[in-house]
């Protein structure tokens, strides 16, 4: 693709354009190319964001913010970042950039949308940037589209993100971010998919978590959520584990302008709070779908999908990047300690390391580990 442009849809981009739309957007216009159920949509490029920071003239405001910064000293990183990211969205947006954003957003059909950050540094080998900026979910109208892209740009400086970068060496304006925008799926259900058994690497499993509603509830892991195993060469379902769910979330029709509002919690009803959040069929539909992305990418993938009515949609894949050998044994000697946290994992695996709470504005704390 032309690197210079700042608006591109998905049907115009692939694996190859990780630079220009990062691997979020990339994946998106992959599957769209291969013909994978994809919401239809466009990505704000990576070329857009540095356009942004140049006519802005925030760069050196920035790196003089983080350059004596002690990222281990969580208060005065949560203070630099707020700095940070308050700049960024009180600057102006290019009005090119505004006017292609905004015509792109109307031939979607000006409908409600998700906007998603996608770093062009995500799901490395060696690093996984995945998950560390904003997703704003059920955007509608013109000027929030564009005000929630620039607020994806602003949250390239998130304290964890800020954090990961010093701490893996990676200079915070060597990675741009793009901004994929796609039509809305109204979930019944939805969740992730893995095309290997994420806790053991058994590559002969395809395993499924499913949740009533958007799946964010899942991704944040407020939620738990049912647990469907399949064989991969069969497609004939192993394992199931329902989950009971009292609440789930859904597009928040009296939000107004807000976009922090644009979701709200509803009460499942209790008749249904136990059951199987997605039939079986839809089970077998979803496993031959992602054996069919797993064979295009030939690697194991970590997918988000959503059924709406009749549908199922894939929202995003990714790498599996948590792979470890399970021959490889260690001599682990301690002592029993008092168990701090549990919780449904939004990426499931098994590793070690040490902890750190970085405090967000967006959430009460989040737990960085470093692997060793």
């Not at 195993?229 to 939000?255: C, H, M, P, T, Y």
């Amino acid at each position: 693709m032309d690197e210079e442009r700042k608006v591109v849809w998905f049907e115009e981009v692939g694996k190859e354009d990780i630079p220009q739309v990062g691997g979020k957007g990339a994946n998106l216009g992959e599957m769209t190319k291969a013909g994978i159920t994809v919401p239809p949509g466009f990505i704000v490029t990576a070329q857009s964001y540095f356009y942004f920071l140049q006519k802005s003239n925030l760069t050196d405001t920035i790196r003089k913010l983080l350059s004596d910064l002690d990222t281990n000293d969580s208060e005065k990183l949560q203070k630099v970042a707020s700095r940070i990211k308050s700049l960024l969205n009180a600057a102006a947006m290019p009005k090119e950039i505004a006017r292609e954003i905004a015509q792109a957003y109307g031939k979607l059909g000006s409908g409600a949308v998700a906007v998603r950050s996608s770093a062009t540094a995500e799901d490395l080998p060696e690093a996984s940037f995945a998950g560390q900026q904003r997703t704003f979910l059920n955007v509608v109208g013109e000027k929030e589209v564009i005000a929630a892209v620039q607020g994806c740009w602003a949250s390239l400086f998130e304290p964890r993100a800020i954090f990961y970068r010093a701490h893996q060496g990676f200079d915070h304006f060597s990675v741009g971010i793009a901004v994929p925008v796609q039509r809305m799926v109204q979930s019944e259900a939805s969740g992730v998919m893995f095309t290997l058994d994420p806790i053991t690497n058994d590559r002969s499993k395809i395993v499924i978590e499913a949740v009533y509603g958007l799946g964010e509830a899942i991704v944040s892991g407020e939620v738990t959520p049912d647990l469907y195993v399949v064989d991969k060469e069969g497609l004939e379902i192993s394992d199931k584990k329902l989950a009971r769910q009292e609440w789930q979330l859904v597009r928040n029709s009296k939000r107004g302008k807000d976009l922090e509002k644009a979701n709200t919690r509803v009460a499942v009803l209790e008749a249904v709070q136990a059951k199987q959040k997605f039939s079986d069929d839809d089970i077998t539909a979803l496993a031959k779908i992602g054996k069919r992305i797993e064979d295009h990418y030939a690697f194991p993938q970590d997918i988000e999908w959503a059924k709406e009515g009749e549908d199922i949609f894939i929202v995003q894949t990714r790498p599996v990047t948590t792979m470890k050998d399970i021959t490889e044994k260690k001599d682990v000697t301690g002592t029993v300690e008092t168990l701090l946290l549990t919780g449904s994992p939004a990426s499931p695996g098994i590793a070690s390391g040490p902890t750190r709470l970085i405090h967000q504005s967006s959430l009460r704390w989040v737990m960085c580990w470093s692997p060793k």
